[in-house]
């Protein structure tokens, strides 16, 4: 049985750091395209970063670049973002998602399957 689950949210004053973790089950990550995309209410899921299986490319959105990091440990089966420089419009629920596609894509709908979602909460 194919599953994501993601831990690590929380509460962070801004500028700080955290750093989400996505426990793959059912499949192995290094053979996965893997994203992170996150979501407020009222606003279609967007997407933050993502490893492909193709070589472990990684690409992030241009509001992240350079302070959001996607990496994976295959040994653990776990995809992770490292996020830093936290500022209050990061504030959303974070999903990761997994694609049976060989680069990655940013279309939500192309991800057959999610995990549950964190919440990372960017305030003082």
């Known amino acids: 049985q194919v599953q994501l689950v993601e831990s690590g949210g929380g509460l962070v004053q801004p500028g700080g750091s955290l750093r989400l973790s996505c426990l793959a089950s059912?499949?192995?990550?290094?053979?996965?395209?893997i994203a992170w995309f996150r979501q407020v209410p009222g606003k279609e899921r967007e997407g933050v970063s993502c490893?492909?299986?193709?070589?472990?490319?990684?690409v992030s959105a241009d509001s992240v670049k350079g302070r959001f990091t996607i990496s994976r440990d295959n040994a653990k089966n776990t995809v992770y973002l490292q996020m830093s420089s936290l500022k209050p419009e990061d504030t959303a629920v974070y999903y990761c998602?997994?694609?049976?596609?060989?680069?990655?894509?940013?279309?939500?709908?192309?991800?057959?399957?999610w995990g549950q979602g964190t919440q990372v909460t960017v305030s003082s």
């Open positions: 998602a997994a694609g049976l596609f060989t680069r990655c894509r940013w279309a939500a709908t192309d991800y057959r399957y």
């Open positions: 059912g499949f192995t990550v290094d053979y996965t395209t």
């Open positions: 490893i492909s299986n193709q070589n472990g490319n990684t």
